[in-house]
């Protein structure tokens, strides 16, 4: 199964004891058609320097039901985990396990819980320098990259599809025309088939665990931003 995911950066200097305790206990309720809809934080784990939890949201899902269009509440639930980087003066990084769109929507709603207001929740930026430091440690397992930035007039985006895509012509002359903004690689250290953007999106093809997921963005992405 396919586990995706988004990383953000929390644009406050606070500390990983301090957003625990802001977010403890966390639940709210919103009555929408006759019907409590519940957002709570759940599975609060404070361990080394990492916060782990689940954002819990009900929703109402329109069903069709012998002619009658019915609304149902559901609940989704999105892992999450915040990382201190002590190498970088305690910054902290936010990973939400979810597609974009949600991931964006929880990082917002987690920014209010935090600090009352959007926006102290941020999207990452991996410079373009790292980012093709990044790519060439993987040089011999790239399968896909997307170029943008593109300084030929009247094209926005180019990309390479095939393997080995580091070592060809091809590679550099894109590279002299625009920034790389999305590869597919296959990681060498945790060997795992994995979809990157430059500004957080983390994708893992692969069969694989949340956990792998964790120690992958962990180990590999978050030194990057």
Request: a negative charge.
């Amino acid at each position: 199964m396919v586990i995706a995911g988004k990383l953000f950066h929390v644009d406050e200097n606070v500390d990983l004891n301090t957003i625990a305790s802001k977010l403890k206990g966390f639940k709210s309720e919103e009555k929408q058609e006759d019907t409590n809809l519940i957002t709570e934080l759940k599975d609060l784990r404070l361990i080394g320097d990492s916060l782990f939890g689940s954002f819990a949201q009900d929703h109402l899902l329109e069903v069709y039901h012998h002619g009658e269009r019915l609304q149902v509440p559901t609940t989704s639930e999105a892992p999450f985990f915040f990382v201190a980087q002590e190498a970088r003066n305690g910054r902290i990084i936010l990973a939400v396990m979810e597609k974009k769109a949600r991931a964006n929507n929880i990082a917002n709603q987690l920014s209010k819980i935090l600090f009352i207001t959007v926006g102290k929740i941020v999207e990452v930026q991996i410079e373009p320098a790292r980012f093709v430091r990044f790519h060439e440690d993987n040089f011999e397992d790239t399968k896909v990259i997307f170029f943008d930035d593109v300084d030929i007039p009247n094209v926005k985006k180019l990309s390479l599809y095939g393997s080995e895509l580091g070592d060809t012509s091809l590679y550099v002359d894109h590279l002299k025309h625009g920034k790389i903004w999305y590869v597919v690689l296959k990681s060498k250290r945790h060997g795992l088939v994995v979809g990157v953007t430059r500004n957080g999106v983390v994708t893992i093809f692969s069969k694989a665990t949340k956990d792998d997921f964790v120690n992958y963005v962990r180990d590999e992405i978050c030194g990057l931003i």
